[in-house]
């Protein structure tokens, strides 16, 4: 069996000079094929769709950029990246929907929610003090998760309410990594704490 030949790949500043010198004619092709795939998707408007499949076919980072092989028409490019991202959430949705209804819910899984959660009713010096309080502690941990990547990602998605499978989507770590990042944040919520009561 011979050697696979490496595929030649469109620059980002080729595509960009091709997206730029798109026709009429093409721009309605693209908005009828980004209708089709918006519609399979379920969740999003074409034009966001085919606005997200350009920023794909450009973005700087390599790991996320969608290459484009020389030779391939740029409308045929487009609309195979917008078949993959519609495709990409409908599978997202769907294990979603299969991780929650398997999700054994437990502490680890709301370490922050359980930390800031208060339905106390509170004076408006009170709510000023909690608020200061709420600061300090996210700004504490942002610090404390700076030096990894990973768990700074977790904290993040944390904060904006993220959790099981779609923490460990955001934060690209698995559901046993998910957990050791876990207990490190509670590690370091339990340093805030004391650090707290001794000041």
């Known amino acids: 069996m011979g050697a696979i030949e490496p595929v030649d790949i469109k620059e980002t500043e080729e595509l960009r000079d091709e997206l730029g010198a798109l026709c009429i004619t093409d721009k309605v092709r693209l908005k009828k094929i980004s209708k089709i795939w918006a519609d399979v998707a379920g969740d999003i408007e074409p034009e966001d769709l085919l606005h997200e499949a350009m920023m794909k076919a ?13 030779g ?3 409308v045929k490019f487009l609309s195979g990246v ?5 495709n990409n959430r409908v599978e ?11 999700e054994i819910q437990h502490p680890e899984y709301d370490l922050l929610t359980a930390a800031t959660a208060d339905t106390t009713f509170r004076t408006p010096e009170e709510e000023l003090l909690h608020a200061e309080h709420e600061q300090a502690f996210h700004a504490f941990l942002e610090e404390q998760c700076k030096g990894c990547e990973k768990t700074h990602l977790v904290l993040l998605g944390g904060f904006d309410g993220l959790r099981g499978q779609d923490l460990c ?4 770590v698995t559901k046993k990594e998910l957990a050791t990042i876990h207990r490190r944040i509670a590690r370091m919520m339990d ?7 001794q000041s």
Do not use: H, Q, Y
């Open 82 to 86: 917008m078949r993959s991202l519609a």
């Open 58 to 70: 450009i973005e700087e980072n390599p790991r996320s950029r969608r290459r484009c092989p020389t």
């Open 72 to 74: 391939v028409e740029l």
């Open 169 to 172: 989507d955001f934060a690209g």
């Open 92 to 102: 997202w949705r769907k294990r979603r929907k299969e991780a929650l209804a398997a």
């Open 191 to 197: 340093r805030f704490k004391k650090e707290r009561s």
